[in-house]
Nanobody
Framework: QVQLVESGGGLVQAGESLRLSCAAS????????MGWFRQAPGKQRELVAT???????VYADSVEGRFTISRDNAKNTIFLQMNSLKPEDTAVYYC?????????????WGQGTQVTVSS
């Protein structure tokens, strides 16, 4: 099993910044891709950003240029630096890790961390 522990959420005003962290632990051989997703009330969970072990990144259009995802492979940890936050960024942010066991790739989710941006 793999455990993902997120931290760094909170309440901020529009225009401010937050930094989220997610650390993976447990039975890990390799994690090709890790990422952040978010879910606002009444909406489906959506991709925010992903990063591969080779630091190839993908961003949602809504956060491109404001958010930066980074990764520490040695610590199986990813970060999400969120700048110029907007009220529409308010959501529960979930970390995801796709763990490669050699014969299969299995996805794991963190418990989520709340980000609230007031106007």
């Amino acid at each position: 099993q793999v455990q993902l522990v997120e931290s760094g959420g909170g309440l901020v005003q529009a225009g401010e910044s937050l930094r989220l962290s997610c650390a993976a632990s447990g039975s890990i051989f390799s994690i090709p891709t890790m990422g952040w997703f978010r879910q606002a009330p009444g909406k489906q969970r959506e991709l925010v950003a992903t990063i591969t072990s080779g630091s190839v990144t993908v961003y949602a259009d809504s956060v491109e240029g404001r958010f930066t995802i980074s990764r520490d492979n040695a610590k199986n940890t990813i970060f999400l630096q969120m700048n110029s936050l907007k009220p529409e960024d308010t959501a529960v942010y979930y970390c995801r890790a796709d763990v490669d066991y050699g014969f299969k790739i299995q996805g794991f989710w963190g418990q989520g961390t709340q980000v609230t941006v007031s106007s």
